[in-house]
């Protein structure tokens, strides 16, 4: 009895020596104690960068990065380790970045970053890189120093652009939220973040995606749709090689179009089609203007000058960015053209009821319908040749 003990004490030893490099014996894997440290690591990163103290960021890691992001106003940064991969004295972490922007931002933005990190001479982990996660979109710091302009109701962020240059889309946005409250009242942020990158491959780079899926498109607004109080505010990004070559009324034709779509953004849902949310955005966006139907939807009226008069309303498909330019400039000149007829025969105020009718529904399916009976006193098919003849008094 006493020889067996021994030997199963030895044995029981000799198990914990075997794998003391993996799980001390009662205790945690090694592999849960390094996301651990990594993540006390990335703690005090986080701090630091919240107190702006370069230094700080600079003992837990390559700081030159800071620089980039110095400019812009946080109340919120913070990092969550998702997943560790270790090599020896190296490290891969995988982990949720989640940042707000002060004043505007009433919920973090979360985004997916992979950082690289390496033991040093003291056994402590140091972040040797970070950057946006495979498939996940750059931040704005991600592409160089970010400048910041404020606006009366607006914060501008960019990079690679003169400060004159933003002071200009401040004033768009400036411009912008007033139009909108007009129409939509006041229930809502009032205010916009708008990001402008260096180029296109600069914006497709923050909405990851091709560039080639946002070739002529001006500017683009993100967000969730349905979006609670208690949320990030939408970002407006600007391609500013297609924004440089409208003029004056053009950009601030867009930049209100795109404003409108923050702040009717609560309202959009999954019930809402494109040719609602795209057509009013630019109803609101050409409104007051004096812009004529003739002038502001050139393919719409070629159309049907040659007796061409769409079918039915346009599809989300038609707003796809992949088709040609033509298909999507008829798409958006024919929702606006809905919603200007709405706005000319029943009013302003139930063109906004409507709005929100429609996205008051959780699902597609009989939304418009339900909307246009309750709000309009009409029907789907109704409404579409009403839509029709509109078209051809309109621009024939």
């Not at 906004?352 to 529904?361: I, N, Q, S």
Request: proline residues 5%.
């Amino acid at each position: 009895m006493a020889g067996r003990g021994r030997g199963s004490v030895s044995g029981v030893v000799a198990l914990c020596l075997l794998l003391v490099s993996l799980v001390a014996c009662g205790g945690k894997p090694a592999a849960d104690s390094a996301k651990a440290d990594v993540q006390q690591v990335l703690d005090r990163r986080a701090a630091a960068v919240l107190d702006r103290d370069k230094a700080a960021v600079g003992k837990t890691g390559e700081s030159g990065w800071f620089d980039e992001l110095s400019a812009v106003p946080l109340a919120a940064w913070s990092y969550r380790v998702t997943g560790l991969h270790r090599s020896g004295d190296m490290a891969t972490a995988d982990a949720e970045l989640r940042y707000q922007i002060q004043g505007y931002d009433q919920a973090p933005v979360t985004v997916a970053r992979t950082l690289s990190l390496s033991l040093d001479a003291g056994g402590q982990w140091y972040v040797t890189d970070e950057k946006p996660a495979k498939k996940a979109p750059e931040q704005l710091w991600d592409q160089g120093e970010v400048l910041v302009v404020r606006g009366k109701h607006s914060m501008v962020l960019g990079v690679g652009q003169p400060g004159e240059a933003l002071h200009r889309f401040a004033d768009l946005a400036d411009s912008a939220v007033p139009a909108v409250s007009d129409v939509w009242g006041t229930e809502w942020p009032g205010h916009v973040v708008v990001l402008v990158p260096k180029s296109l491959e600069g914006m497709a780079g923050l909405l990851g995606s091709p560039a080639s899926s946002y070739r002529g498109i001006a500017a683009v607004t993100t967000g969730e749709t349905g979006a609670p109080a208690q949320a990030p505010a939408d970002r407006i990004i600007v391609n500013p090689d297609a924004y440089g070559l409208l003029g004056t009324l053009g950009k601030q034709v867009v930049f209100t179009h795109e404003t409108t779509h923050v702040a009717t953004r609560s309202d959009t849902s999954a019930a809402t089609p494109l040719w609602l949310s795209e057509g009013f955005a630019d109803w609101v966006g050409y409104r007051g203007t004096g812009r004529t139907p003739e002038e502001a939807a050139p393919e719409l009226w070629e159309a049907i000058t040659e007796s061409r008069v769409p079918a039915a309303l346009p599809t989300d498909e038609d707003f796809g960015f992949g088709g040609s330019a033509t298909g999507l400039a008829l798409a958006y000149e024919g929702g606006w053209m809905a919603c200007r007829m709405i706005a000319d025969r029943w009013g302003e105020e139930r063109l906004v009821e409507f709005y929100r009718a429609v996205g008051a529904h959780k699902k597609r399916p009989g939304a418009v319908e339900e909307a246009l009976e309750k709000v309009l006193d009409t029907n789907l098919e109704d409404f579409t040749a009403q839509w029709q003849d509109y078209l051809r008094v309109q621009l024939d």
